[in-house]
């Protein structure tokens, strides 16, 4: 198992995405807008919730360089909500180690699920 991350999806975080992304969709950063669509409230940028399982896996290997990752979208992340990223390592080859992970929303859904592969950082250089 790696260590899980978990913290709250603040909505200065979402308006910053946002900006970054070039991303004005107001179902992000307007409550009215969101509920209009149909969804609970803001919700968070898909990319960001993948993010989140990046950093994780990078912190378990510090120095490894990511190769590959897949991923699938299943829930939404709203913003105010309590994020838990949870993963484990389900093969090594050599220095190739591919990890599974799952992004939890704050209502206990699978918001982000996924493989990651990385190639670890060779230590005897």
Known sequence: MIEPFGWTVEPSAVSRVAEILRDPNPIHLDGDAARAAGLAGPINQGPANLA????????????????????????????????????????????????????????????VTGTATLLLENESS
Not at 61 to 71: N, V
Not at 77 to 93: M, P
Request: charged letters at 15%; a negative charge.
């Open 52 to 111: 989140y399982a990046v950093n994780m896996v990078q912190a378990a290997f510090p120095g490894a360089r990511l190769l590959t990752i897949e991923s699938r979208y299943l829930a939404n992340v709203l913003v105010g909500d309590r994020v838990t990223v949870e993963g484990s390592v389900v093969s090594q080859d050599g220095q190739v180690v591919t990890c599974a992970f799952r992004v939890i929303n704050g209502a206990g859904q699978d918001a």
